[in-house]
Every structure is written in structure tokens, then in C-alpha cells.
């Protein structure tokens, strides 16, 4: 304490020193707490002197019970006005609340922006929109997930690479959102990313019908989408049922592939979902006031409105991580055998079998552990450094998995995933490296920024052109097979003989089947299977027929010298590739010949013989 003047002759006139205030709890001058401003001296009010009491920083808050703790306005920003707490206003903009965080019912705040009439702004009609849109969004991936097989290659390429871009996308919103100094500005260009993270309320403007004074419709709705949508894409299957019995055209949604589709669309958002679940965990600090939540400004972390949503994080925690969980272990597991003898099974767990290469069809498991350990790394501790350094530490083994194994199915998902991931892993570092103080600051920041933001544009647009690129290359080439087969074939059909070895069981004896033809359109022309191959990538059917071909001399050809030419084939080829012909080979000895001993790793279909056995038994008896 100092005092205002020199030779002072009583204690009264002992002042606090700027950056300290008088504290009536301890009667001594206590410094001046952070998100505060403490000039000392003192001040009249009313006639009366007295200590100047803190004021409170614009975009902080503090509350009347405890006016010595200041809150950091996440939300509100320059909308918290600071100031003295005694008859002050704190919120603008018509807000109010624990950091200015709510609006009156009816009425709808942006971050940073003030209070505003839902009527006016047109924002009731959200809500109504993205209803409509999530029934035309269902629809599409039903009709996707359903489509013809001859676009099956296409198909999984485009399933598997928006699929990795969503989860990714998923991974980048956690990440930026973590408290590792991004600015205001980059965050402001990234805000439209918490759609990943289901921002219910910024996507539909939830609050302008519920508000947001309590917990409930802040959390709740969240938690609640995964099961709006199965609601939903159960009412589309029951409409299309209806639909199909008045009008003819109309073909009915079929159940088992409406549950594989519906399982598109949440393993896609999986990550969110978790993310969800555990969102009333996620706890940042403030300047000098207990800890707030992160998704949900305005609520303490543990406080009495979080504890009332307790028992509706239990049953999300039951229902998606351990159900979901189980119910995926109890697939793999069953998969080897089901996948051969059950096709309703194929279809319901196409979305999580089919987008893993045979071998490794339990691949998935990994990959759905590593998302809901990432979406829990910002509910384990607030500090943005140690939550990174997690992430990094749970990404990195299953990225080198990955690169190791190869594990998609389809080419362009594992090039696609090795993209996105190490984009991943960059920005990562990169924002390890905000961390560090060093000279310059301002412009280094920047520059680490302005790459992290490159780094994911770049690699997601990336994936996305070569998608793009992929899918014309094979529409291109359909087109001009369909043109071919028009040509030479005139519109008729036009067959070829199966090889031997095709109709031979186990024992090298032939079996009898139902046809001895095969008719494929793009197998109509053995010179359109060698122009397209030479002149440009190969489509599925080209390569069948190219495996079909070669099949079909070995059956003819003598095996005097057959041994040694293999022999050296395999000292040439590099060891993954021979692991991979074997694997191919084993396919073809168990699926084709119907080998039993020649049975691959991982789910294959029964072998051809043993299916045409169980399709004359079912004719038989119907």
C-alpha cells in the first residue's frame, strides 16, 4: 500500500498501487486478478470513498456472486462490454447469461454477433430445411450404397474417399478447435467446420425454438441425431413400401440395404457422434473464473446444469459406444462364416466389410478404436499441447499400420487415406510449433497458420481431383465399351465358353452347372479388352476377362516346363507382390475350383460349385 501524498497522519489514507485492489475478504491489497483491470487509489460513489474496485476487461465477464473471477466470452466476444459490475450491464446486443452466451426465446445469436429476431432473419425455416434435405441426403446414399454392380469399382472408390474425407474433416475440426493459439481470424475461416462436430445449432438454429438458458437443448439434440436418422430412413423404407402397392414403377426400398446405408452414415460421422457424447467433458480455462465448457459456453464444467444431463450421457455412452461397439466385434467375428452362407448378412454388413480388403476385414475395428480415442483427447485435459501431443501419439501407429498393410479395398481409398492422414499429422506438428516463443512472433504465427490452413485444403482437394479424375476415366471407358458392343454385336448377345478348370471341383473332375456361357458386354470383344488396356486404364470388366483369358491357356497348356517358369517368376517379382498373387491364386483355387485346402484368409464367397448346388436345390423345391 502506498498513500496519494507525502506526510499522510492516518492509515485511512492508505491506497492500493496500481495492479492491486483492496480485498474486503483478506483487508489487504491483493493483485489485480487476470481478464481485470485494477488502477488503485480510490473513488467516490454516492458520497462515500472508497477502494476502486477492479473493472472488469471487454470480452470477459464476471458473475455478481463471485466478482473477483472473470470469464473469457468465447462467444459474446466484444459483446461482454467489461466495465464496473455494481448497476452495470455486462452483456450488449440483447444478450444475457454466464458469458453472455443466451438470447430470449425467439431470438438467435452468431458468434460475436448480437441478439437477432428469428422471424426477421428468416432463421425459423432452418430447421424445416434440414429436415427435408437429411430425407433427400438418405435417399441419395441409399440409391448410391444400392446401385448397379457393374459400378461397383467405381462405387467403393467413391464410398471410400468421401468416407475418408468425413472422417478427416472430423479429425481437422477437433484440432483447430483445441487452445493451442490459433487466431480469431483463422478460427472465423474454419467456423463453417463444426458441422463435423455437429453443431446442431449452427446448422438448423435449434435455439431459436428451445433457447439456450438450460443444458438440455444444447446437448440433447446432438445426442439425439443418430437416432433421427435411422427414424427417418425407416420412414423413407415404409413410404417406398406404400408407395410400390399404388404405383407400379416404383421399386421399394429393400430393408437389409436400407440398414447398410443407414451404417454409411454413421460410421461417416462416428467421430462426431463420440464427439457429442463426451462434449460435456471438454472444459477450457478462463482467465481467472473456473472452467466453462468448450461446445457449450456459458455452463461450468461439472456444474449443476451438467450434472442434470448426466443420465442422458450414460445411455448415449451404452447405446453407441458399447452397443455399437460389441455389435461391430460380434460382425468380424461371425463374418468368415456368415458372409458365405447368409447374403442378408452380406448386404446389412456391407458398409463395414466391404470397404476392407478380404484379408483384413477386421481392419475396421482399429480404425473405429482410433476415432473415438481421438474424439475423447480434448475431455482429457484442457491444455491444447498435451492434446495434441495425443493426438499425434494415436494417429501415427495406426497411420504406419496402415501404409504397412494397405488395408482398403480399393486402391484409390488407401492412397486417399495416406493423404489425408499425413495432411493430419502436419498440421499437428504445425500447431506444436505455436507453442514455441520466438522472436518475431506475429509473422510466425502467421506463416504456421496460413500452412496449416494450405495443408488441408490442398490435400483434400487433392483426393477429391483425383476421385473426380477416377470416375470420368470410368464412365469414359464404359461408354466406349457400351458403343463397341453396339457396333459389332448389333444389340445381340454375344458369348464365350467358361474354361475347364471353372466347372472342376476339388478333385480336378467336372461338375455339372446350369449354363455353360458367360455373357458380359464388355467381354463381347476380346480386341476392345487389348485396345482399351493398351490405350488407358483398365475397367473391372477388362481385367476379368484378362484373368479369364489367361486362366483359360492354362487349362490348355502343357505343364512340362510349367514349375520352373513360375519358379522364376518368383524370383522376380518383389516379395509383396508374390504374397499378393498367392492370396490371388488361393481366391481361385478355393472360389473357382472349389479347393477346400486352398481356402484364403479373410471372407470369400462359398466356392462356384457349392453355389450352384445350393441354386438347383432352392429351384428344386420351390
Known amino acids: 500500500m502506498t498513500t496519494p501524498s507525502e506526510a499522510a497522519i492516518s492509515a485511512d489514507e492508505c491506497v492500493c498501487l496500481s495492479g492491486t485492489f483492496w480485498s474486503s475478504d483478506s483487508h489487504q491489497c491483493t493483485p489485480c486478478p487476470v481478464g481485470m483491470t485494477c488502477d488503485g487509489g480510490m473513488a467516490t460513489l454516492n458520497q462515500t470513498t472508497l477502494h476502486r474496485q477492479p473493472l472488469i476487461n471487454q470480452k470477459n465477464y464476471a458473475d455478481e456472486g463471485a466478482p473477483y473471477e472473470a470469464f473469457e466470452c468465447f462467444s459474446a466476444g466484444d459483446l461482454c462490454l467489461g466495465g464496473s459490475q455494481l448497476g452495470h450491464n455486462q452483456c450488449g446486443g440483447g444478450r ?30 432452418w430447421l424445416p430445411i434440414c429436415v427435408v434435405l437429411a430425407f433427400v441426403g438418405l435417399g441419395a446414399v441409399y440409391t448410391v450404397a444400392s446401385g448397379k454392380k457393374n459400378s461397383s469399382s467405381s462405387k467403393t472408390a467413391m464410398i471410400g474417399t468421401l468416407s475418408i474425407c468425413a472422417v478427416n474433416a472430423q479429425m481437422f475440426s ?20 463444426d458441422i463435423f462436430a455437429l453443431d446442431i445449432d449452427g446448422v438448423s438454429a435449434l435455439s431459436c425454438y428451445f433457447g439456450k438458458e438450460s443444458m438440455q437443448p444444447n446437448y440433447l439434440p446432438g445426442l439425439l441425431m443418430p437416432i433421427f436418422l435411422a427414424a427417418m430412413m425407416m420412414m423413407l423404407w415404409g413410404a417406398s413400401r406404400l408407395l410400390a402397392k399404388c404405383v407400379r414403377r416404383i421399386t421399394p426400398m429393400k430393408l437389409d440395404q436400407s440398414l447398410n446405408a443407414l451404417g454409411m452414415v454413421f460410421m461417416a460421422m462416428y467421430i462426431a457422434v463420440c464427439k457429442a457424447i463426451f462434449n460435456i467433458f471438454e472444459c477450457r480455462r478462463n482467465p481467472s473464473a473456473p472452467q466453462t465448457l468448450r461446445s457449450h459456453d456459458g455452463f461450468l464444467c461439472m456444474g449443476d446444469e451438467v450434472k442434470a444431463v448426466l443420465p442422458a450421457f450414460v445411455c448415449g455412452l451404452l447405446l453407441y459406444i458399447v452397443a455399437f461397439g460389441a455389435g461391430y466385434i460380434w460382425i468380424i467375428a461371425r463374418a468368415p462364416a456368415a458372409f458365405q452362407n447368409d447374403p442378408g448378412f452380406r448386404v446389412r454388413s456391407h458398409f463395414l466389410l466391404h470397404r476392407w480388403h478380404p484379408e483384413y476385414w477386421y481392419w475396421g475395428i482399429f480404425f473405429l478404436l482410433r476415432n473415438l480415442l481421438c474424439s475423447l483427447v480434448p475431455s482429457i485435459t484442457p491444455d491444447g499441447s498435451k492434446q495434441l501431443l495425443l493426438m499425434f501419439t494415436l494417429i501415427l501407429p495406426l497411420f504406419i499400420a496402415q501404409v504397412r498393410v494397405w488395408p482398403w479395398r480399393d486402391e484409390l481409398a488407401n492412397m486417399h487415406d495416406l493423404i489425408m492422414v499425413a495432411a ?21 504465427f502467421s506463416l504456421l497458420q496460413i500452412a496449416s490452413s494450405l495443408t488441408f485444403i490442398v490435400a483434400l482437394g487433392f483426393c477429391l481431383i483425383v476421385l473426380a479424375q477416377a470416375l470420368l476415366t470410368e464412365l469414359r471407358i464404359q461408354k466406349k465399351q ?21 466347372m472342376q ?40 476377362f484378362d484373368i479369364y483369358k489367361t486362366l483359360n491357356l492354362l487349362s490348355t ?29 488361393g481366391v481361385i483355387g478355393y472360389h473357382v475350383l472349389g479347393d477346400m485346402s486352398k481356402r484364403p484368409v479373410g471372407i470369400v464367397l462359398n466356392p462356384v460349385a457349392s453355389r450352384n448346388c445350393q441354386f438347383d436345390e432352392a429351384s428344386v423345391s420351390v
Not at 477437433?174 to 467446420?193: E, K, P
Not at 514349375?563 to 498367392?582: I, N
Open 96 to 125: 444475457h447469461g454466464l458469458q453472455c452466451h443466451a438470447c430470449a426465446p425467439g431470438w438467435r445469436g452468431r458468434k460475436g454477433e448480437p441478439c437477432a429476431d428469428c422471424r426477421e432473419t428468416g432463421e425459423f425455416s
Open 557 to 585: 497348356a502343357g505343364d512340362s516346363n510349367l514349375l520352373e517358369l513360375v519358379k522364376e517368376m518368383g524370383e522376380e517379382l518383389p516379395s509383396a507382390d508374390l504374397k499378393k498373387l498367392q492370396w490371388g491364386m
Open 505 to 544: 471341383d476339388g478333385s480336378g473332375k467336372n461338375t455339372p452347372t446350369n449354363s455353360e456361357t458367360v455373357t458380359t458386354c464388355s467381354s463381347r470383344s476380346g480386341s476392345m479388352s487389348k485396345r482399351v488396356s493398351r490405350s488407358g486404364p483398365e475397367s473391372s470388366d477388362d481385367k476379368i
Open 482 to 502: 457400351r458403343q463397341h458392343c453396339c457396333i459389332e454385336n448389333g444389340g445381340e448377345s454375344n458369348s464365350f465358353p467358361l474354361p475347364n478348370l471353372m
Open 174 to 193: 477437433i484440432t483447430v478447435s483445441m487452445s493451442v493459439g490459433w487466431s480469431s481470424q483463422f478460427m472465423s475461416y474454419f467456423g463453417w467446420m
Open 424 to 444: 493430419l499429422l502436419i498440421i499437428i506438428v504445425l500447431g506444436l510449433a505455436l507453442q514455441v516463443p520466438v522472436a518475431g512472433t506475429s509473422l510466425w
